[in-house]
């Protein structure tokens, strides 16, 4: 398998922009997850899902952002209007149930 | 509320070198994981190590180790013998059991590790 892939690797976008993740999950995981990294947060979670329904969204810092699931391999999530602020390594992650989780290479995203 | 703490942001040692990663976690529940990832400079999370509060067994693999304490909340990592290829970003990441087991995590704010030849 493929691990999860995430795209685009890196994104520089002008604030106000929207802009969307995106996520594959490796085939058979039922639980995919959206973490953001920056330096002053850390690693925190932002929103998942079980079997394409999202189960917790308490993460999800402002109605700016949103995320789907619309199938088992793949998964979105979209920043609109984008601001300065949001700038930050976007993971998505993939588990089944007893699994630990596996790490896409994450999504570099510049707001200038 | 949980809450995993490294308290050592950065640590530098030389090559050859043993050195241990502290992290200390806070929850109330009886049931829960605990992990260790690593950040390479390259920017991806790379799994080490999960554990459930049942099982406090110390466990190594070549020249890693975790010790698992409950009595101290601690699930401290020491690498053995440090190599350059060692110098990383170490997670410490706990998870309530209820949920899925490995990916609902909190992560420490990270220890960075630098190992100079």
């Known amino acids: 398998d493929a691990g999860v892939i995430q795209s685009p690797r890196h994104e520089v976008t002008e604030m106000g922009q929207e802009v969307t993740l995106r996520c594959k999950p490796i085939s058979g995981h039922d639980y995919l997850f959206w973490y953001r990294q920056t330096m002053m947060r850390g690693l925190e979670l932002l929103i998942y899902f079980n079997n394409n329904v999202p189960i917790d969204d308490s993460g999800m810092p402002e109605d700016r952002f949103s995320a789907k699931m619309p199938n088992a391999s793949f998964s979105t999530l979209k920043i609109q209007p984008s601001e300065p602020r949001d700038s930050a390594v976007y993971f998505c992650?993939?588990?089944?149930?007893?699994?630990?989780?596996?790490f896409g290479q994450g999504t570099r995203l510049t707001v200038v | 509320a949980q809450k995993v703490t490294q308290a050592q942001t950065e640590i530098s040692v030389v090559e050859k070198e043993d050195v241990t990663l502290d992290c200390v976690y806070e929850t109330r529940d009886t049931t829960y994981y605990l992990f260790w990832y690593k950040q390479p400079p390259s920017g991806e999370l790379v799994f080490l190590i999960r554990?459930?509060?049942?099982?406090?067994q110390n466990e190594i693999s070549g020249r890693y180790s975790w010790n698992f304490q409950k009595s101290t909340s601690s699930f401290n990592f020491t690498i053995t013998a440090s190599q350059v290829v060692d110098s990383a970003v170490y997670f410490c990441a706990l998870s309530e059991a209820i949920y899925n087991q490995g990916g609902k995590l909190i992560f420490g704010q990270g220890t960075e590790l630098s190992v100079k030849p």
């Open positions: 992650a993939s588990t089944a149930r007893n699994t630990e989780a596996f």
């Open positions: 554990r459930n509060s049942f099982d406090e």
